[in-house]
């Protein structure tokens, strides 16, 4: 063996020293590639030429990142792209013909048992990399909420919405290096997607599915209401149906359904000002709001605010009522829960339901009521106020309110498990006016001893003695049978239908008018 390789050698060498050594017309030697091309063979001047094809391929490859369906594109060559191993053709063209005979010998023995590969190396600018990555914050991009809508079953379902996108320029440089120091001329033009935080909107189809529990609802009957009333409940529910509360988020009724004026579709109907009945818009959203309170504590979301009536209502028991009066009074509730609730109000054919959808986590067994208990309470007995109407003529008497009772009460919760009472736990107290029927009563007359009859028995309150007027004119009081004169088509003694009794501390002045 060992004589075999010994002349094995001697006939390299004789090559060798026989007008072989490197000159340069020597082509390259075999089993050297480049890149994955195989210039084996090849002349210096052709491999020279080759690379240099390369290298202008390189440079004009382009680099296109994508953020969120938006793209940003550059050459190489925009991006800095400098060849760096120039001297490569030479490099490769001395493999096996270089050095002394042993060496180049063993450099083409190499070569025949593993190939020697070489790659075009380059680098690009990291001020015009950072510059291109930084370019994609241009669409940076806060989430779009979809929008709500009911279905057919009663649920609510979401349509559109896109999330929020913020551009991670470190990450995202840090991919674009990574990918440009290995990329290879032949590997076609660069694509990669940038890296960004997203931020999903607050509503999603992945949250509404999960919100099929009903948690709470409550129902009030509004169908003795006048027409304005019933559009002022109606505009009312319409204004806070549809409303979603995040874990956290605080809800408004006021702020809800504010402002009360006919161009936010709002009507004249009655109301209660400084303790009497007048018109004005917004009259009977206080229902509204004592409908969605009972729904609010069926639900046991947590109440921030919340005001009784100064006197009763009649469409439910006392303490379960909520009465707003812009400025002064609100109803207030916080979503306490661990998912969000979303809000459904109808107010239709005089029934009146708020809804709370949302995901049950109460225990099954647990169940609960709420109980209404009257602490005192006092009698308006018969008193009486008669107010003036001087856009009426005397012959005008018009009950405007029914007598209030005035009364303490207190509203309860009681928990069950099991069906066992466990626990009962106060929600909240009222305070409501005792409140004396008010006649309206006309005074305008051409006869100036009629109106200061009129409004010496308004000042005394003294309803017969009005209708004693209104029937037989100024006499002295002993010549007038003091009775009850029969109603006649001016006298009306039905009060219109109104839930605000008051509803809040109404100053001496009249100043605050809680339209209920």
Same mark, same amino acid.
């Given at each position: 063996?060992?004589?075999?390789?010994?002349? *094995?050698?001697?006939?390299?060498?004789?090559?060798?020293?026989?007008?072989?050594?490197?000159?340069?017309?020597?082509? $390259?030697?075999?089993?050297v590639?480049? *890149?994955?091309?195989?210039?084996?063979?090849?002349?210096?001047?052709?491999?020279?030429?080759?690379?240099?094809? +390369?290298?202008?391929?390189?440079?004009s490859?382009?680099?296109?990142?994508?953020?969120?369906?938006?793209? /940003?594109?550059?050459?190489?060559r925009?991006?800095?792209f400098?060849?760096?191993?120039?001297?490569?053709?030479?490099?490769?063209?001395?493999?096996?013909?270089?050095?002394? $005979?042993?060496?180049?010998?063993?450099?083409?023995?190499?070569?025949?048992?593993?190939?020697?590969?070489? +790659?075009?190396?380059?680098t690009?600018? +990291?001020?015009?990399?950072?510059?291109?990555?930084?370019?994609?914050?241009?669409?940076?991009?806060?989430?779009?909420?979809?929008?709500?809508?009911?279905?057919?079953? #009663?649920?609510?379902?979401?349509?559109?919405?896109? @999330? *929020?996108?913020t551009?991670d320029?470190?990450?995202?440089?840090?991919?674009?290096?990574?990918?440009?120091?290995?990329?290879?001329? #032949? @590997?076609?033009?660069?694509?990669?997607?940038?890296?960004?935080?997203?931020?999903?909107?607050?509503?999603?189809?992945?949250?509404?599915?999960?919100?099929?529990?009903?948690?709470?609802?409550?129902t009030?009957?509004?169908?003795?209401?006048?027409?304005?009333?019933?559009?002022?409940?109606?505009?009312?529910?319409?204004?806070?149906? #549809?409303?979603?509360?995040?874990?956290?988020?605080?809800?408004?009724?006021?702020?809800?359904?504010?402002?009360?004026?006919?161009?936010?579709?709002? +009507?004249?109907?009655?109301?209660?000002?400084?303790?009497?009945? /007048?018109?004005?818009?917004?009259g009977?959203?206080?229902?509204?709001? %004592?409908?969605?309170?009972?729904?609010?504590?069926?639900?046991?979301?947590?109440? @921030?605010?919340?005001?009784?009536?100064?006197?009763?209502?009649g469409?439910?028991?006392?303490?379960?009522?909520?009465?707003?009066?812009? #400025?002064?009074?609100?109803?207030?509730?916080t979503?306490?829960?661990? &998912?969000?609730?979303?809000?459904?109000?109808?107010?239709?054919?005089?029934?009146?339901?708020?809804?709370?959808?949302?995901?049950?986590?109460?225990?099954?067994n647990?169940?609960?009521?709420?109980?209404?208990? /009257?602490?005192?309470?006092?009698?308006?007995?018969?008193?009486?106020?008669?107010?003036?109407? %001087?856009?009426?003529?005397?012959? &005008?008497?018009?009950?405007?309110?029914?007598?209030?009772?005035?009364?303490?009460?207190?509203?309860?919760?009681?928990? &069950?498990?099991?069906?066992?009472?466990?626990?009962?736990v106060?929600?909240?107290?009222?305070?409501?006016?005792?409140?004396?029927?008010?006649?309206?009563?006309?005074?305008?007359?051409?006869?100036?001893?009629a109106?200061?009859?009129?409004?010496?028995?308004?000042?005394?309150?003294?309803?017969?003695?009005?209708?004693?007027?209104?029937?037989?004119?100024?006499?002295?009081?002993?010549?007038?049978?003091?009775?009850?004169?029969?109603?006649?088509e001016?006298?009306?003694?039905?009060?219109?239908q109104?839930?605000?009794?008051?509803g809040?501390?109404?100053?001496?002045?009249?100043?605050?008018?809680?339209?209920?």
């Amino acid at each position: 063996m060992r004589k075999r390789v010994l002349a *094995g050698l001697a006939v390299a060498v004789a090559g060798f020293l026989c007008g072989m050594p490197v000159s340069a017309q020597t082509p $390259i030697s075999d089993g050297v590639f480049i *890149g994955d091309k195989d210039v084996s063979g090849m002349m210096p001047e052709e491999a020279a030429q080759y690379v240099k094809n +390369e290298v202008a391929t390189l440079g004009s490859t382009t680099v296109t990142i994508t953020m969120g369906g938006q793209q /940003v594109s550059a050459t190489f060559r925009e991006l800095g792209f400098s060849w760096e191993n120039t001297d490569l053709v030479d490099e490769i063209s001395q493999i096996g013909t270089s050095g002394n $005979i042993i060496e180049r010998y063993k450099e083409q023995k190499d070569l025949q048992n593993e190939s020697a590969h070489y +790659e075009i190396e380059y680098t690009m600018s +990291e001020s015009l990399e950072t510059d291109f990555v930084n370019s994609l914050s241009q669409f940076n991009c806060d989430p779009v909420e979809g929008s709500l809508h009911m279905g057919d079953d #009663g649920y609510p379902y979401v349509e559109g919405g896109t @999330d *929020g996108l913020t551009l991670d320029e470190d990450a995202t440089l840090t991919q674009l290096k990574e990918v440009l120091s290995t990329w290879k001329d #032949g @590997d076609g033009n660069v694509a990669i997607e940038a890296t960004v935080t997203r931020t999903s909107p607050s509503l999603t189809q992945e949250t509404l599915s999960k919100m099929t529990d009903v948690l709470g609802t409550a129902t009030t009957d509004y169908s003795a209401s006048s027409a304005g009333r019933a559009q002022n409940v109606e505009n009312g529910t319409a204004k806070i149906s #549809g409303t979603l509360l995040m874990p956290g988020e605080s809800f408004s009724v006021t702020a809800a359904v504010t402002p009360f004026t006919p161009e936010n579709g709002y +009507e004249l109907a009655p109301s209660y000002e400084a303790g009497q009945v /007048v018109d004005s818009y917004g009259g009977g959203i206080c229902q509204v709001s %004592t409908t969605l309170y009972n729904a609010v504590l069926k639900s046991e979301l947590e109440v @921030d605010a919340r005001s009784n009536h100064t006197m009763l209502v009649g469409y439910v028991d006392p303490s379960k009522d909520a009465a707003i009066a812009e #400025g002064l009074m609100d109803l207030v509730f916080t979503n306490d829960k661990e &998912y969000p609730i979303y809000i459904v109000g109808s107010a239709y054919y005089g029934t009146l339901n708020f809804t709370i959808f949302g995901v049950e986590t109460r225990p099954a067994n647990r169940t609960i009521s709420f109980e209404s208990r /009257v602490i005192s309470q006092t009698d308006p007995a018969q008193n009486i106020k008669l107010v003036a109407k %001087t856009d009426q003529n005397i012959g &005008y008497l018009y009950q405007a309110q029914t007598p209030h009772q005035g009364m303490t009460a207190e509203l309860w919760k009681n928990i &069950y498990v099991d069906g066992e009472l466990t626990d009962t736990v106060q929600v909240n107290s009222s305070y409501y006016q005792e409140s004396p029927a008010i006649y309206e009563v006309g005074v305008v007359s051409s006869n100036q001893a009629a109106v200061s009859a009129m409004y010496t028995a308004i000042a005394n309150n003294d309803l017969a003695q009005v209708q004693n007027i209104i029937t037989y004119g100024v006499q002295p009081q002993t010549e007038a049978p003091q009775t009850q004169a029969p109603q006649s088509e001016t006298t009306q003694t039905d009060a219109p239908q109104t839930d605000a009794a008051g509803g809040g501390e109404t100053q001496p002045d009249g100043a605050v008018q809680v339209i209920e």
